[in-house]
């Protein structure tokens, strides 16, 4: 007989097995957009600015197995580095689970289904104004954005 509880409410994110642990992931796209940091005063500026690995339409590495050696600067999650992550969305099934708090509605393993993510606003599906290889390294300060920050209201309560 399985547990009734989900796995993420009754595990660390240690405790994960792999598939798991891949599972959290809701696809939203979010953390693969460039950021900023300002080395003063820490500060992370998010940008409209896609890895170019994003799929634009699924919001998924094209390239999830060997993305760390295409991409220099592509943070490989772990257990231990997440919850100093300051960077992640507030909406990430990792960080939330780290916090201790539970997945949106819209995430695919409450909903079941991996549309809903996008269906809530929270991906960035349509939002994606460039792609890095597509631009110059120090146009990326004119390509600061603030809905990558924020939690849309549709994604907040489910929909009657």
């Known amino acids: 007989m399985s547990d009734p509880v989900p796995f993420w409410k009754r595990k660390a994110l240690a405790e994960m097995t792999a598939a798991e642990w891949e599972s959290l992931c809701d696809g939203c796209g979010r953390c693969c957009l460039n950021k900023l940091e300002d080395e003063e005063t820490g500060a992370i500026y998010h940008t409209d600015v896609a890895c170019r690995l994003l799929d634009d339409v699924t919001c998924r590495c094209r390239d999830y197995a060997d993305r760390q050696r295409r991409v220099d600067n592509c943070d490989r999650l772990t257990p231990d580095n997440v919850p100093r992550l300051k960077w992640l969305p507030k ?48 146009e990326l300060e004119d390509r600061i954005v603030t809905w990558p920050t924020r939690i849309p209201p549709r994604a907040r309560h489910r929909a009657g």
Do not use: K, N, Q
């Open 91 to 138: 909406t990430c099934g990792y960080r939330l689970v780290a916090e201790g708090r539970d997945l949106y509605w819209w995430h695919p393993l409450v909903s079941g289904d991996p549309e809903t993510v996008h269906a809530a606003g929270v991906s960035v599906r349509g939002r994606i104004g460039l792609f890095e290889d597509s631009m110059g390294a120090d």
